[in-house]
């Protein structure tokens, strides 16, 4: 039940960019004779609906196809401490493996325990296949989220702008009165007031960040609460050593949001930064990936 309620509070957001399949440039579009022809501009409205539709059909076709698998470093900073891991993406779901611990490398004893954890991983696939069945179930709920985004807020165009990804459009958006949460998903919406920023060339979010502005509560408050004053920020560029196809990803994330979870109050205060992205081959399965990250690849 907590890993459940806490995907609802925290997920929405984040996974709705984690691990998308690589699309073409859509500023190219191809003719019959294979040569580019400049897209039309966008602005406006029109920006923010296009480029959330892109991040809409990038997570839809990430949950089915893994032609374009990766791996990265992920390294997780939380009051309790710093986590650094390997994270290989495969046809079977993503296998990970710990290398340091607050910023320093793995103990001899704690370099044993990670490697005979994931030797025992091999022999069970079994909970390789109940952790793949788990990321799919969050996609799922996640794009719930992602649909409602177009009709769930006001757009206001806030100017011109810079990323580390280039040249922005940013834009604000508050709740859209009109907008009636359907599911469990999308009941944080209505509080949500923020700044999205727009890759205008590749059509793609580069930045969000959002702000609770009242409490949210979930079941009648039963299953969990949201305090006012939360945030959340976003970051995701193109990662991949392809130019003719998008390889965008996740780069950074930053949660400060409380609450309570059933009859326990939680602190979410976490910084994940992925980085290092390299491509795999296609078609790699998890037994191959934890036999790469055993032998330390």
Same mark, same amino acid.
């Given at each position: %039940?907590?890993?459940f309620?806490a995907?609802?509070?925290?997920?929405?957001f984040?996974? &709705?960019?984690m691990?998308? !399949?690589p699309s !073409?440039?859509?500023?190219?579009?191809q003719?019959?004779?294979?040569?580019?022809v400049a897209?039309?501009?966008?602005?406006?409205?029109?920006?923010v609906e296009?480029?959330?539709?892109n991040?809409?059909?990038?997570?839809?076709e990430?949950?089915h196809?893994?032609?374009? +698998? %990766?791996?990265?470093?992920l390294r997780k900073a939380?009051?309790?401490?710093?986590?650094?891991?390997?994270?290989?993406e495969?046809?079977d779901?993503?296998v990970?493996? &710990?290398?340091a611990?607050?910023?320093?490398?793995l103990?001899?004893a704690?370099e044993?325990?990670?490697?005979?954890?994931?030797?025992?991983?091999?022999?069970?696939?079994?909970?390789?296949r109940r952790?793949?069945?788990?990321?799919?179930?969050?996609?799922g709920r996640?794009l719930?989220?992602l649909r409602?985004l177009p009709?769930?807020? &006001?757009?206001?165009?806030?100017? +011109?702008?810079?990323?580390?990804?280039g040249?922005?459009e940013?834009?604000t958006f508050?709740p859209?009165?009109g907008?009636d949460?359907?599911?469990?998903e999308?009941? !944080?919406l209505?509080?949500m007031?923020g700044?999205?920023?727009?890759?205008?060339?590749?059509?793609?979010?580069?930045?969000?960040?959002?702000?609770? /502005?009242?409490d949210v509560?979930f079941?009648?408050?039963?299953?969990?609460? &949201?305090?006012?004053?939360?945030w959340?920020?976003?970051?995701q560029?193109d990662?991949?050593?392809?130019?003719?196809?998008?390889q965008w990803?996740?780069?950074?994330? /930053?949660?400060?949001?409380?609450?309570?979870?059933?009859?326990?109050?939680?602190?979410?205060?976490?910084?994940e930064? /992925?980085?290092?992205?390299a491509?795999?081959p /296609?078609g %790699?399965s998890?037994?191959?990936?934890?036999?790469?990250?055993?032998?330390?690849k």
């Amino acid at each position: %039940m907590y890993r459940f309620i806490a995907l609802l509070l925290l997920i929405p957001f984040p996974i &709705l960019w984690m691990n998308p !399949v690589p699309s !073409v440039n859509p500023v190219l579009a191809q003719t019959s004779s294979g040569r580019g022809v400049a897209a039309p501009t966008l602005t406006g409205q029109a920006l923010v609906e296009r480029a959330l539709a892109n991040e809409l059909n990038a997570a839809q076709e990430a949950n089915h196809d893994a032609s374009h +698998p %990766m791996r990265y470093q992920l390294r997780k900073a939380n009051p309790r401490g710093i986590t650094t891991k390997e994270i290989l993406e495969t046809r079977d779901g993503e296998v990970a493996r &710990l290398n340091a611990i607050n910023d320093k490398p793995l103990s001899a004893a704690d370099e044993t325990n990670e490697e005979a954890r994931l030797n025992a991983l091999l022999g069970d696939p079994a909970k390789q296949r109940r952790r793949k069945q788990a990321e799919e179930d969050d996609t799922g709920r996640a794009l719930k989220v992602l649909r409602a985004l177009p009709s769930a807020f &006001l757009y206001q165009d806030a100017g +011109p702008g810079e990323a580390p990804t280039g040249k922005v459009e940013k834009f604000t958006f508050r709740p859209n009165p009109g907008f009636d949460p359907l599911s469990l998903e999308t009941e !944080v919406l209505p509080a949500m007031t923020g700044e999205i920023w727009i890759d205008p060339v590749h059509l793609r979010v580069a930045r969000l960040e959002a702000h609770l /502005q009242k409490d949210v509560v979930f079941g009648w408050g039963i299953l969990g609460r &949201l305090n006012k004053g939360g945030w959340i920020v976003i970051e995701q560029a193109d990662v991949g050593p392809d130019k003719g196809i998008d390889q965008w990803r996740t780069v950074r994330l /930053q949660i400060q949001m409380s609450g309570r979870v059933v009859f326990k109050n939680r602190v979410f205060d976490t910084t994940e930064v /992925q980085s290092n992205y390299a491509p795999l081959p /296609q078609g %790699m399965s998890y037994q191959e990936a934890v036999e790469l990250l055993l032998s330390g690849k």
